[in-house]
């Protein structure tokens, strides 16, 4: 079957970093994708990264390991608007986008 | 230009009723997904359109539910004689080609509550 595992919460200090991991098995990859959903919002785009290694992007950073099914999205220097769920999402061999269940990150001043 | 809508924002219904909720994808975008959301939880695939026509309907919980999308652009999810378990946010969302890298934009979603 097909399985992304990322953990249920998180809590963090504002100013601080956070690593949100990811780990998948999926049937075939084509890309992995990172999510932002407000809570009662819908999900936004953050990162998609379909070779290994880091994407920088501001304060957000996503790293990829395919060959250890293993993502991470890294957040510097938090705010409390980054309060939010962080949904992992990849791409399978049917183009098919299967989702994590999420990760509820809780910011704290 | 304007991202996607979805209509009714809100929809409670009685149980054993029929429902059907619109989403209009962004224009242009070929590839427009159904996903739905129960409270804390993560997202369901449903099925996704690519122009017209379904290639992946394996996501529909049941055959009461049914979905179309006509002209390449404007797709309907109708749920007959719903129940309590439907109960959800309905999220639909569009993207220039199904698949990677295109990002999926998704519109404010439609909470159906069955009563």
């Known amino acids: 079957g097909q399985n992304i595992d990322q953990p249920t919460e998180m809590t963090a200090t504002e100013g601080a970093i956070v690593q949100i991991n990811c780990t998948y098995q999926?049937?075939?990859?084509?890309?992995l994708f990172w999510y932002q959903q407000h809570a009662g919002e819908a999900p936004t785009f953050l990162s998609y990264?379909?070779l290994d290694g880091l994407e920088e992007k501001g304060r957000f950073s996503s790293f990829l390991s395919r060959s250890k099914g293993y993502s991470y999205l890294l957040l510097k220097e938090l705010q409390m608007k980054d309060s939010a769920s962080y949904l992992c999402?990849?791409?399978?061999?049917?183009?098919?986008?299967?989702w994590g269940a999420g990760t509820k990150l809780i910011i704290k001043p | 230009g304007a991202g996607v809508s979805q209509s009714p924002s809100n929809k409670v219904t009685e149980k054993g009723k029929d429902v059907e909720l619109r989403c209009d994808p962004i224009?242009?975008?070929?590839?427009l997904y159904w996903y739905r959301q129960s409270l804390g939880q993560g997202l369901e695939f449903l099925i996704y359109?690519?122009?017209?026509?379904?290639?992946?309907k394996s996501g529909l919980p049941s055959d009461r539910f049914s979905a179309e999308r006509t002209g390449g652009s404007v797709s309907t999810l109708t749920i007959q004689r719903t129940q309590q378990e439907d109960s959800a946010v309905y999220l639909c969302?569009?993207?220039?080609?199904?698949?990677?890298?295109?990002?999926?934009?998704f519109g404010p979603g439609t909470r159906l509550t069955v009563t």
């Open positions: 969302a569009s993207s220039l080609e199904p698949g990677g890298p295109y990002e999926q934009y």
């Open positions: 224009s242009g975008h070929t590839a």
């Open positions: 359109f690519q122009g017209n026509s379904a290639p992946d």
């Open positions: 999926t049937s075939g990859f084509n890309g």
């Open positions: 990264n379909v």
């Open positions: 999402a990849v791409l399978d061999s049917n183009y098919q986008l299967i």
